[in-house]
């Protein structure tokens, strides 16, 4: 059990207990950004404090050092004053008064009691009555050891009771959903889960009912808590009145341990801890990331750890024999690769083996397998990217901006997926910032999604005519409406300073072309926009930035730019090698004899399944580096066991570039390795030796040859910048004049926020293993401070190492074809990739596959929504069930891009890789 201690603030550190956040929250402003805040003088319990003009009194005093208790009180949504917990006498015109300091903003000369008798008998009486009916069941309540009541009861409250009649009484626990489960006797009303699903997630599907002693939390009937966001609530419910399925009565704080670590079941890279007990991780909690994820987490990311002791893990070596993959050793299964490495380089060359995937490896292991395939085996036919991102030098080259820049900009032009499905607490992001902050959202899309009701102008497209829509918002065409006239006056102004462009591929039905076409319109005609690139797995950035992709090396430099690496590595290939598409049309005639899969699965990945199936049974030697079998497994000759997250330690880079530490919290089970490990074996099994016998020489090694790593060493790793995370290049030089850390304010803000909103981190840091999840210290004076996380004029750190021409050409506008329907294929967070289906708890979320279409396409037919039809393409024909959707526009339909089990229809069947655009038309089965 813990006592609630006061936090301050590391030197240097932006505020978040205190600071904008909540004061952006309460409706006052906490000062300039990029000026030091104006301060104001309180007296607090006698002595005077400095505290932001605005900031709540409650924050400020906990800034000084004096902890005032709290239950409603959240420093990441609106306060509301509920529990009166955080009572205080403030001097008013007649004298002391009690009032909520959650509610209550400072003001210059204000006085304050914080430990006066009133606040003493005001806090008792706000105890007893929440124990009133609340049962003292803490021995068998999950939330035992990790329970503000419990904590606040023993130091604030009155020590007895007086109340001995029977309690109310519910049925319990209720599963408002398949992830959290309610007890109604435990809830203490105190407002935290309605306004997160309110307020912060836009789904208000939990809710209370009920008058009097009748108030209740609840989901309204026959709808569950369907949220991305639900296990949130879990985390800041101050009692065990929420608590998650998959982590009922498994631990309490002072058996668990835990590592702090970076989420990778998306780009966006949310910090959170990984909590373990006896050797299995139990639980994921956010931690509070100003840069980031505001301690928020997706469900997919909270809750996707139980695939790393699913019972389809890969544990072994497997080498297929008799049609069969059986278990082999490690020595056996290296051999058997190496060998028939050996005879595809002495026949054919380098150029007959390439390296598909890689975004689910560390920073770590995507460096050690570009060395092995650049400079062992000699290809450079590596692709992390699977034809549904961006291109490499676009992604490195383009003007950069941050999460933080797109949240505060100007005007941010959204031109990407739907963020609620592919990147979810980048929505959360954005809807705060248009919440809170106003911002002006122009989203460009062919279909609703989750921003359409948010943005201040929604803008339509066809599949195919994305370029059309931005030449009208920049002037070159006649705009098609007063919406397009509207947000082109708004983007232009200034040449397009403080315009962010959140760039994605909104769909993978379409080639890039549109989208990579669109970017270079964009960079010409707003020079001063900066682009936030949209990418979807885990970390596929930090995989482009380690070389695994054609025609670059670690660090985003060419190829032909190498010579650093040609030297230590020993060679490079001649030239620039295959991507994704170009490697496996070359696998399936047979040019391209050997094939690495790194955590990929083509078949469920590429979008264009028949190309990919045919490339995978024409390989004559297919070796996957994988934790769980997936679609693709069928095809492969030999299963490399790799470790998964939280069994390995390394950094990650998401989406903005951002660099964050990977910690390990358990061991792989089995005989799985490490990424770079086996990298490593491989390489001797080929007579070559990586130089490898940790992830430390990898660090040292990539901060020695590649000028966007200069200064990353293991030390500041295990520093600031580690824990942080932080922009790369690192700007700023210690007092030796090394690049090294920054402080603490310039890595992102993160700090410890209020114990009370992470009680299930502070109170394993207090009980359980020794850990420092959450808290932040500061590093030495840096003499160079970076400007906005990037290099500033006249640093003399490295400079940008990739540029981006834009394409002159425009692709032309495919025609319409009156009797089709273009297709939108769209990725779902829940879908039939291996983390949610190795996962119990989120495997069933997956939704069954259904055509998406505009009403009047299913009156055109003659047919009810719900009704199976047949769908034809280029490629082949499907039976999917047909469902009437207003928010997809007329001659569009939408369909899953991975379907939610390896054996369902899904987009990839009707895509043809290369085609501008995936035309498909739809007939009743009895035509079809």
Same mark, same amino acid.
């Given at each position: 059990?813990?006592?609630?201690?006061?936090?301050?603030?590391?030197?240097?550190?932006?505020?978040?207990?205190?600071?904008?956040?909540?004061?952006?929250?309460?409706?006052?402003?906490?000062?300039?950004?990029?000026?030091?805040?104006?301060?104001?003088?309180?007296?607090?319990?006698?002595?005077?404090?400095?505290?932001?003009?605005?900031?709540?009194?409650?924050?400020?005093?906990?800034?000084?050092?004096?902890?005032?208790?709290?239950?409603?009180?959240?420093? !990441?949504?609106?306060?509301?004053?509920?529990?009166?917990?955080?009572?205080?006498?403030?001097?008013?015109?007649?004298?002391?008064?009690?009032?909520?300091?959650?509610?209550?903003?400072?003001?210059?000369?204000? =006085?304050?009691?914080?430990? %006066?008798?009133?606040?003493?008998?005001?806090?008792?009486?706000?105890?007893?009555?929440?124990?009133?009916?609340?049962?003292?069941?803490?021995?068998?309540?999950?939330?035992?050891?990790?329970?503000?009541?419990?904590?606040?009861?023993?130091?604030?409250?009155?020590?007895?009771?007086?109340?001995?009649?029977?309690?109310?009484?519910?049925?319990?626990?209720?599963?408002?959903?398949?992830?959290?489960?309610?007890?109604?006797?435990?809830?203490?009303?105190?407002?935290?889960?309605?306004?997160?699903?309110?307020?912060?997630?836009?789904?208000?599907?939990?809710?209370?009912?009920?008058?009097?002693?009748?108030?209740?939390?609840?989901?309204?009937?026959?709808?569950?808590?369907?949220?991305?966001?639900?296990?949130?609530?879990?985390?800041?419910?101050?009692?065990?009145?929420?608590?998650?399925?998959?982590?009922?009565?498994?631990?309490?704080?002072?058996?668990?341990?835990?590592?702090?670590?970076?989420?990778?079941?998306?780009?966006?890279?949310?910090?959170?801890?990984?909590?373990?007990?006896?050797?299995?991780?139990?639980?994921?909690?956010?931690? $509070?990331?100003?840069?980031?994820?505001?301690?928020?987490?997706?469900?997919?990311?909270?809750?996707?750890?139980?695939?790393?002791?699913?019972?389809?893990?890969?544990?072994?070596?497997?080498?297929? @024999?008799?049609?069969?993959?059986?278990?082999?050793?490690?020595?056996?299964?290296?051999?058997?690769?190496?060998?028939?490495?050996?005879?595809?380089?002495?026949?054919?060359?380098?150029?007959?083996?390439?390296?598909?995937?890689?975004?689910?490896?560390?920073?770590?292991?995507?460096?050690?397998?570009?060395?092995?395939?650049?400079?062992?085996?000699?290809?450079?036919?590596?692709?992390?990217?699977?034809?549904?991102?961006?291109?490499?030098?676009?992604?490195?080259?383009?003007?950069?901006?941050?999460?933080?820049?797109?949240?505060?900009?100007?005007?941010?032009?959204?031109?990407?997926?739907?963020?609620?499905?592919? +990147?979810?607490?980048?929505?959360?992001?954005?809807?705060?910032?248009?919440?809170?902050?106003?911002?002006?959202?122009?989203?460009?899309?062919?279909?609703?999604?989750?921003?359409?009701?948010?943005?201040?102008?929604?803008?339509?497209?066809?599949?195919?005519?994305?370029?059309?829509?931005?030449?009208?918002?920049?002037?070159?065409?006649?705009?098609?409406?007063?919406?397009?006239?509207?947000?082109?006056?708004?983007?232009?102004?200034?040449?397009?300073?403080?315009?962010?462009?959140?760039?994605?591929?909104?769909?993978?039905?379409?080639?890039?072309?549109?989208?990579?076409?669109?970017?270079?319109?964009?960079?010409?005609?707003?020079?001063?926009?900066?682009?936030?690139? /949209?990418?979807? !797995?885990?970390?596929?950035?930090?995989?482009?930035?380690?070389?695994?992709?054609?025609?670059?090396?670690?660090?985003?430099?060419?190829?032909?730019?190498?010579?650093?690496?040609?030297?230590?590595?020993?060679?490079?290939?001649?030239?620039?090698?295959?991507?994704?598409?170009?490697?496996?049309?070359?696998?399936?005639?047979?040019?391209?004899?050997?094939?690495?899969?790194?955590?990929?699965?083509?078949?469920?990945?590429?979008?264009?399944?028949?190309?990919?199936?045919?490339?995978?049974?024409?390989?004559?030697?297919?070796?996957?580096?994988?934790?769980?079998?997936?679609?693709?497994?069928?095809?492969?000759?030999?299963?490399?066991?790799?470790?998964?997250?939280?069994?390995?330690?390394?950094?990650?880079?998401?989406?903005?570039?951002?660099? @964050?530490?990977?910690?390990?919290?358990?061991?792989?089970?089995?005989?799985?390795?490490?990424?770079?490990?086996?990298?490593?074996?491989?390489?001797?099994?080929?007579?070559? $030796?990586?130089?490898?016998?940790?992830?430390?020489?990898?660090?040292?090694?990539?901060?020695?040859?590649?000028?966007?790593?200069?200064?990353?060493?293991?030390?500041?790793?295990?520093?600031?910048?580690?824990?942080?995370?932080?922009?790369?290049?690192?700007?700023?030089?210690?007092?030796?004049?090394?690049?090294?850390?920054?402080?603490?304010?310039?890595?992102?803000?993160?700090?410890?926020?209020?114990?009370?909103?992470?009680?299930?981190?502070?109170?394993? =840091?207090?009980?359980?293993?020794? @850990?420092?999840?959450?808290?932040? !210290?500061?590093?030495?004076?840096?003499?160079?401070?970076?400007?906005?996380?990037?290099?500033?004029?006249?640093? $003399?750190?490295?400079?940008? /190492?990739?540029?981006?021409?834009?394409?002159?050409? +425009?692709?032309?506008?495919?025609?319409?074809?009156?009797? %089709?329907?273009?297709?939108?294929?769209?990725?779902?967070?829940?879908?039939?990739?291996?983390?949610?289906?190795?996962?119990? %708890?989120?495997?069933?979320?997956?939704?069954?596959?259904?055509?998406?279409?505009?009403?009047?396409?299913?009156?055109?037919?003659?047919?009810?929504?719900?009704?199976?039809?047949?769908?034809?393409?280029?490629?082949?024909?499907?039976?999917?069930?047909?469902?009437?959707?207003?928010?997809?526009?007329?001659?569009?339909?939408?369909?899953?891009?991975?379907?939610?089990?390896?054996?369902?229809?899904?987009?990839?069947?009707?895509?043809?890789?290369?085609?501008?655009?995936?035309?498909?038309?739809?007939?009743?089965?009895?035509?079809?």
């Amino acid at each position: 059990m813990t006592t609630p201690s006061p936090s301050p603030s590391p030197s240097g550190a932006a505020e978040v207990g205190g600071g904008a956040a909540q004061a952006g929250a309460s409706g006052a402003a906490a000062g300039d950004s990029g000026a030091a805040p104006q301060e104001v003088t309180i007296t607090l319990d006698g002595r005077e404090v400095a505290a932001r003009p605005g900031e709540l009194l409650i924050a400020a005093a906990e800034r000084a050092g004096v902890y005032i208790p709290r239950f409603c009180y959240h420093p !990441r949504m609106r306060q509301v004053g509920m529990c009166r917990m955080c009572l205080v006498e403030v001097k008013g015109p007649r004298g002391f008064s009690l009032q909520p300091a959650c509610f209550q903003p400072v003001a210059n000369g204000m =006085e304050v009691r914080t430990e %006066s008798p009133a606040v003493k008998k005001a806090q008792d009486g706000v105890l007893e009555f929440l124990l009133v009916n609340h049962p003292l069941d803490c021995p068998v309540c999950d939330k035992g050891g990790e329970c503000p009541l419990q904590d606040q009861t023993l130091t604030f409250g009155p020590g007895e009771t007086r109340f001995v009649e029977e309690k109310r009484h519910w049925s319990k626990p209720i599963p408002v959903s398949s992830l959290v489960e309610l007890d109604r006797e435990r809830c203490i009303q105190c407002d935290r889960c309605t306004r997160f699903a309110k307020e912060v997630a836009g789904d208000p599907f939990i809710t209370f009912q009920g008058r009097g002693d009748h108030t209740e939390v609840n989901t309204f009937p026959d709808r569950p808590f369907a949220s991305y966001f639900s296990g949130n609530t879990v985390q800041i419910c101050p009692v065990g009145a929420l608590t998650a399925s998959a982590y009922r009565f498994k631990a309490r704080p002072w058996d668990l341990e835990q590592v702090e670590s970076t989420c990778t079941t998306c780009a966006l890279g949310c910090r959170m801890v990984v909590q373990s007990s006896s050797g299995e991780v139990v639980r994921h909690l956010g931690v $509070d990331d100003e840069a980031v994820n505001h301690s928020w987490l997706c469900d997919k990311g909270r809750f996707a750890f139980e695939a790393s002791t699913a019972p389809s893990r890969r544990t072994h070596p497997l080498l297929r @024999s008799d049609a069969r993959l059986r278990p082999v050793s490690w020595q056996v299964a290296l051999s058997e690769v190496a060998g028939r490495l050996r005879a595809v380089l002495a026949t054919d060359g380098p150029g007959a083996v390439g390296v598909l995937g890689g975004a689910r490896l560390t920073n770590e292991d995507a460096y050690a397998w570009a060395k092995l395939a650049k400079a062992v085996i000699g290809t450079d036919s590596v692709d992390a990217q699977l034809d549904d991102g961006l291109p490499a030098e676009l992604v490195a080259g383009l003007p950069p901006a941050t999460i933080a820049d797109a949240c505060a900009a100007k005007v941010l032009l959204f031109l990407g997926p739907d963020p609620r499905e592919e +990147l979810p607490v980048l929505f959360l992001r954005l809807r705060g910032a248009v919440r809170d902050h106003g911002l002006d959202l122009v989203e460009l899309s062919p279909v609703d999604t989750s921003l359409t009701d948010l943005a201040r102008a929604s803008l339509r497209y066809r599949p195919g005519q994305l370029v059309d829509l931005v030449r009208q918002l920049l002037g070159s065409l006649p705009p098609a409406n007063p919406a397009v006239a509207a947000a082109r006056d708004r983007l232009v102004a200034g040449g397009g300073e403080g315009v962010v462009v959140a760039l994605g591929r909104s769909s993978i039905a379409e080639s890039e072309e549109q989208t990579v076409a669109a970017a270079g319109l964009l960079r010409r005609m707003l020079p001063g926009a900066t682009f936030l690139p /949209l990418l979807r !797995r885990g970390n596929v950035r930090g995989a482009l930035d380690a070389g695994l992709a054609p025609g670059l090396l670690p660090g985003r430099q060419r190829l032909a730019d190498g010579g650093a690496f040609a030297t230590a590595w020993g060679g490079l290939p001649g030239a620039p090698g295959r991507g994704a598409r170009a490697l496996l049309e070359a696998a399936a005639t047979g040019q391209v004899r050997a094939l690495f899969l790194l955590g990929a699965d083509p078949l469920s990945d590429f979008p264009d399944r028949s190309l990919a199936r045919r490339a995978l049974e024409a390989v004559e030697l297919v070796v996957s580096v994988e934790a769980h079998p997936n679609a693709s497994s069928e095809h492969v000759d030999v299963v490399l066991p790799a470790a998964a997250p939280s069994e390995r330690a390394g950094t990650t880079t998401n989406c903005e570039g951002r660099l @964050s530490p990977v910690g390990q919290k358990v061991v792989a089970p089995g005989l799985a390795w490490p990424d770079w490990a086996i990298a490593v074996e491989l390489a001797a099994a080929l007579g070559a $030796d990586l130089g490898f016998a940790s992830p430390a020489d990898i660090v040292a090694e990539r901060a020695r040859l590649a000028p966007l790593f200069a200064g990353v060493t293991s030390a500041v790793l295990a520093g600031t910048v580690g824990r942080m995370g932080a922009l790369l290049p690192l700007r700023g030089r210690g007092p030796d004049g090394e690049l090294g850390e920054w402080p603490a304010g310039a890595t992102g803000g993160l700090e410890r926020l209020d114990p009370m909103a992470v009680p299930g981190i502070a109170s394993v =840091e207090s009980q359980g293993a020794p @850990s420092e999840a959450g808290v932040v !210290r500061a590093a030495g004076p840096v003499v160079a401070a970076p400007v906005g996380g990037r290099m500033a004029a006249g640093d $003399d750190g490295p400079a940008a /190492l990739l540029s981006w021409e834009p394409p002159e050409a +425009l692709p032309a506008t495919p025609p319409v074809d009156a009797y %089709s329907l273009r297709l939108v294929a769209a990725r779902r967070c829940y879908d039939g990739g291996t983390a949610v289906q190795a996962s119990p %708890s989120l495997a069933a979320l997956a939704a069954s596959p259904a055509l998406r279409a505009h009403p009047s396409e299913l009156e055109r037919l003659g047919v009810a929504s719900g009704t199976k039809v047949a769908v034809r393409a280029a490629p082949g024909r499907l039976e999917l069930v047909l469902e009437a959707d207003a928010g997809v526009p007329k001659g569009v339909a939408v369909l899953g891009a991975v379907p939610p089990a390896a054996d369902a229809p899904g987009a990839s069947a009707l895509v043809r890789a290369g085609d501008p655009v995936t035309e498909i038309r739809l007939e009743t089965l009895e035509a079809g």
